[in-house]
């Protein structure tokens, strides 16, 4: 079975503070995994793919097949970084995605 | 484009009656799907489709039907609603690239509350 683990429901930081979103998964497979993000009053949007390897608004996961990670991570978190985040697996060959419980994370001035 | 429509925007319903969430895309993907979003529980799937002509359930199917007779709409049908069945309920479109999922692109959502 496929599952995707966000251990932290919340996380509060200052501004300026160092981020980590934690995503762990389970899966037999190579999955696909995804970074979305939902800020206030606006629809879920991509935020990173692992296959792309980029950084995007500063964030950036590594995909740790080892420990079946995907944190999510920026060194300088920024107030308009408040939002929640998803982590997500998409099944190989699937266009589906499991999603993990979502992390909100708050930035504080 | 719009990108992926959904309407309503809310929605309150009886229990035991029925209604149809629209969900439309207008960039040609040939993949679409409804998840359910719950506090706490994250984006379970509904059902999921394909290509038009073509769907299949997800992780929580019971309770709702889907069809696709065009590769721009995929609407959800709430056969009788339960306050079980309140949630927000977002659509989704997608294309592959080369087999694998690519970015799945949102609707705005539909909050339902079921009375």
């Known amino acids: 079975a496929q599952r995707v683990t966000q251990p932290e429901k919340l996380l509060s930081v200052f501004k300026g503070a160092p981020v980590e979103l934690k995503c762990n998964y389970s899966y037999s497979g190579s999955p696909e995994l995804f970074w979305y993000v939902q800020y206030s009053r606006q629809r879920l949007q991509l935020l990173l793919r692992?296959?792309s390897r980029e950084s995007i608004k500063g964030f950036t996961a590594d995909l740790n097949k080892g420990e079946t990670s995907f944190h999510l991570k920026k060194p300088f978190a920024q107030e308009e970084d408040s939002a929640m985040y998803y982590c997500?697996?998409?099944?190989?060959?699937?266009?589906?995605?499991?999603f993990g419980t979502g992390t909100r994370l708050l930035v504080s001035p | 484009n719009a990108g992926v429509t959904q309407t309503p925007k809310f929605q309150v319903l009886k229990t035991g009656q029925s209604m149809t969430l629209q969900c439309a895309q207008d960039?040609?993907?040939?993949?679409m799907s409804w998840y359910r979003q719950d506090p706490g529980m994250g984006l379970r799937l509904i059902h999921y489709s394909v290509g038009a002509g073509i769907t299949d359930q997800g992780e929580v199917p019971n309770g709702y039907n889907v069809s696709r007779s065009t590769t721009e709409d995929f609407p959800l049908r709430l056969l009788s609603a339960a306050p079980s069945q309140t949630s927000v309920y977002f659509c989704?479109?997608?294309?592959?690239?080369?087999?694998?999922?690519?970015?799945?692109?949102f609707g705005q959502g539909t909050r339902l509350t079921v009375v």
């Open positions: 960039m040609n993907h040939e993949y």
């Open positions: 692992h296959i």
């Open positions: 997500a697996l998409s099944p190989t060959g699937f266009q589906k995605l499991v």
């Open positions: 989704a479109s997608s294309y592959s690239g080369e087999g694998r999922m690519t970015e799945a692109f």
